[in-house]
């Protein structure tokens, strides 16, 4: 397959350019940067079926020949970089999406939408499945994330209704792993860069919030498998084992062997108390279920972060 990923050069993106090269496919890498970083890539750029281009999906996107697939990951995805960037990614969830469709239907290419569990906001229902419909603040500092997201599904939805585009929605729960940013200001990045240098770790609020972590082979297995698959309508792909923040910064300092105590700083705006994947829908379209404990993942991405 020829495949077009956008955010190619981002956490998720490059390891599915590096998923689909040992596959024998043909990658064309498209990226802007502004969260994504050529380090991620670096290890492709001599490889014969990998094409990189800095380009903003936001503006048209050209790709001569023809395409087989489109996967759609460019935004800016930690809520950090969603602050700091809130046009963009407003513009990346938005505009981009209608560009990469838009090269969808031009090439008859199938598409894949990089959704969220922030579409489900501040859940109401627990575990989230994908017929809840979220609780989401609109006008709130994450709501430029969350709506664009929602945004792109609706109109992700609306090509495949109208165009009969053969369309795909991941909505991806947390997901951690090597090449995720020093400075990425998420949970996992934060607490593993503090307990390495034994400096405090800053947990939000009274860390008693709940995420679910999955280890980022399982979440490239679940997206190859839901391209091959046919399924249009949403599937959640993450892993449903929950820990409050609070469990998991203590897991790291235990593992990092750091003598960094837990430092509780005020909890940002809308900051969602619980979250966990109901798998129910992939396991049975997908036959997929995460493999990769929290303890093996940790420690694979301890390494990283301490090189
Ligand atoms: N968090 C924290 N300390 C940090 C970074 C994040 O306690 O240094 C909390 C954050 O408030 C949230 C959870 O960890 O409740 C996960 O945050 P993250 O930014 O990783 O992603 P989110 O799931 O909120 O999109």
Not at 116 to 125: L, N, Q, W
Not at 153 to 159: H, N
């Amino acid at each position: 397959m020829k495949i077009v990923i956008t955010g190619g050069a981002g956490f998720i993106g490059s390891h599915l350019c590096e998923h689909f090269l040992n596959q024998g496919d043909e990658i064309i890498c498209l990226d802007n940067l502004i969260t994504g970083r050529m380090e991620n890539i670096q290890l492709f750029l001599n490889h014969k079926n990998f094409k990189f281009t800095n380009h903003n999906v936001t503006e048209f996107i050209e790709v001569a020949g023809s395409v087989d697939a489109i996967l759609h990951f460019a935004s800016p995805a930690s809520p950090k970089d969603y602050l700091e960037f809130p046009i963009q990614t407003l513009k990346v969830g938005s505009l981009g999406t209608h560009k990469a469709l838009g090269l969808a239907k031009a090439k008859g290419a199938k598409f894949l939408l990089a959704s969220t569990s922030e579409v489900y906001g501040d859940p109401k229902e627990h575990p989230q499945s994908e017929s809840y419909w979220g609780n989401v603040n609109p006008v709130g500092p994450r709501g430029v994330y969350d709506e664009a997201k929602r945004f792109a599904e609706a109109m992700t939805m609306a090509y495949h209704r109208v165009h009969k585009l053969d369309t795909r929605i991941a909505r991806i729960f947390n997901t951690y792993g090597p090449k995720m940013r020093v400075n990425d200001g998420r949970a996992l990045p934060n607490f593993f860069t503090q307990a390495i240098k034994e400096e405090p770790l800053t947990v939000f609020g009274d860390g008693s919030q709940t995420r679910s972590f999955c280890y980022i082979s399982d979440l490239v297995e679940g997206i190859a498998r839901l391209l091959e698959s046919g399924e249009n309508n949403p599937v959640n792909l993450g892993n449903p084992s929950e820990i409050t923040i609070r469990e998991i910064a203590q897991k790291v300092i235990d593992l990092a062997g750091s003598r960094s105590k837990l430092k509780f700083v005020s909890l940002p705006q809308d900051d969602p108390k619980i979250r966990q994947p109901d798998i129910t829908r992939a396991k049975k379209i997908l036959g997929w279920e995460p493999r990769v404990d929290l303890q093996t993942g940790l420690q694979k991405t301890f390494e990283y972060f301490k090189k």
